[in-house]
């Protein structure tokens, strides 16, 4: 009997995910029906927004107790009653931490050319969500352009790293906000940022400042990917007009809602806010992926995963996103 391991939801946490919120379980390979075909995933996606779908309905259903935890997937097809897709073909898809999972018609899998990337994770990564999510933030969403200012939060992960390569092509100036010392020097060394902020150590008035140095003209654009004391720093240095993009909170995942404190400098700088999904521009995502790939292509963007092996190290590593530990587009590989 063909056996398929998955990652179930035992539940719901409190704060941080702990090992016991989980279970791993084995069952039967599932079978597929008319139209369906079975994936073998090799990869799963590691993503912060995973911790919201574990106890709260976001723009996806909150996961049931005792369901598999669900995740972005690349992986290759190992049967098929689908005419429309052939055994042995790559797809990439939305699906769950599992080894197998069902592809259907009008399902979120697509066929995928891994000869065309470094490795089939790049599906995940570069011109995977994260890939997309940065692509379509700088060319749909913020548009920044020379001479502007644009500050990114959670610059060192797998969103922020290509957010600023992007962004320093269309001419403008880029400043990232890290933890560390050793994620600061990789954005202006590795990722191309002018500048980096270290928020470790600093309350809102510190890193507040320390945003005023390395933005001395102020800031004009914002990508916010953590919130809290990041998002209440970033507001005190806003420029006229400014805009902030909301593209994640990774800072309030594991506790209460922290919010802003500042939201009088939106009246006060005449400023816009505004949340952002990649879902927003599920219509053009081929176009995003294909213009993602050949920027690495062409080695004109760089990328990191930080690549975990095996299903039953699923929990720790998901927990490296929220202790700052990972170093590079987390990424877990089933086989």
Known sequence: MTVNRRLVL????????RESDFRLVEEPAPSIGE???????????LDPAIRETLDRDTFVPAIAIGDAVAASTVGRVEASNDPRIQVGTWVQGFNKIEDRSIGRPGDFNVPVDVTRVPSPSAYLSVAGGSGLTAWFAVESELQPRAGQTLLVSGAAGGVGSIVGQLARMRGAHVVGIAGGPEKCARLTERYG??????????????????????????VDLVLENVGGICLDAAMLNLNNKALVVICGLVAEYNTEPYGTRQLTQLRVKSATMRGYLLSSHVAKLGDGRRAMIDLVARDEIVYDEHVEQ??????PA??????GTNDGKPVLKLI
Do not use: Q, W
């Open 193 to 218: 940022y002018d500048a980096a902020v270290d928020y470790r150590g600093k309350d809102v008035t510190a890193l507040s400042a320390a945003i005023a140095a390395a933005c001395p003209g102020g």
């Open 310 to 315: 095996g299903i039953e190290n699923a929990v």
């Open 318 to 323: 998901l927990m490296r996103l929220f202790n």
């Open 35 to 45: 139209n369906e075909y079975l994936i073998r995933n090799h990869y799963v996606s």
């Open 10 to 17: 035992a539940a719901r946490p409190h704060g941080a995910p």
